[in-house]
């Protein structure tokens, strides 16, 4: 008896754990309907696109101090300002108020006989946060009347007779001269400069478009300020006759 008792015992025990294995092995009906789904893949936002500022968009500036024959000479810098916003789309990318720089590239002062003093002076960049972004735009000031573009497709604004009263070249303050891009510019969605914008890259290429930039290029390379100066003075005299 004790022996029947104890093999039906075992007997129990053994159908317990093929029943607890048999469980075990059966497929949830709806984690079988999951797992058979395909894997579901989220898309990485994509990088805001750049804003691209065209070469030869035209930017107003205006002269922010007198420039004239008598106090300026080959070589001198002056300063203006950027008179309008200047967007891509809707996003300002040049506000009002940036800073811009010209370049006296030739003058001359009172002449004999009559003759009005003369200058010539190139639009150089503006500064965007401290970064050059290089500008083209050529002129030619005689005495204190009109000032003359000399670059294609680039003018001053208004009429200036009234200004003719003397014979030095004079630019006043006020006085608003039209500029261009000079190469295209990248900016970032939120309006500021791309990181990938290379000012130095960009002013070198600048410095060889114009007849005056390529002058003052080669003179940069003979080491001595004296004749840096004599070399751009002389090849750029050259270039006037």
Avoid at 116 to 129: A, P, V, W
Avoid at 161 to 182: C, D, H, N, S, Y
Wanted: charged share 20%; net charge neutral; aromatic share 6%.
């Amino acid at each position: 008896m004790k022996f029947n008792f104890a093999a039906h015992y075992l007997c129990a025990v053994s159908l317990c754990a093929l029943s607890t294995i048999a469980s075990a092995q059966e497929v949830n009906p709806g984690t079988a309907q999951a797992n058979s789904e395909p894997a579901q893949i989220i898309a990485e936002p994509q990088a805001p696109k750049d804003l691209v500022l065209n070469a030869g968009t035209p930017i107003t500036l205006a002269v922010t101090e007198e420039v004239n024959s008598s106090t300026h000479k080959e070589g001198d810098e002056f300063r203006l300002t950027v008179l309008n916003d200047v967007t891509v789309g809707q996003t300002v990318v040049i506000p009002r108020g940036t800073p811009a720089t010209a370049e006296i590239t030739w003058r001359t002062g009172k002449g004999a006989f009559g003759k009005s003093g003369k200058m010539e002076f190139e639009l150089r960049s503006i500064y965007l946060d401290g970064t050059q972004v290089p500008l083209s735009g050529s002129f030619r000031q005689e005495g204190e009347g009109n000032t003359v573009a000399t670059g294609v497709g680039v003018i001053a604004i208004g009429v200036f007779a009234g200004f003719i009263t003397g014979k030095r070249a004079r630019l006043p303050v006020g006085r608003e001269l039209m500029a261009q891009v000079a190469q295209n510019v990248a900016f970032g969605a939120d309006g500021k400069l791309s990181p990938r914008y290379d000012a130095a890259a960009a002013m070198k290429l600048a410095d060889a478009s114009t007849p005056f930039r390529r002058c003052r290029a080669s003179a940069k390379g003979l080491g001595d300020a004296k004749l840096e100066q004599a070399a751009l003075k002389k090849c750029f005299a050259e270039r006037m006759e």
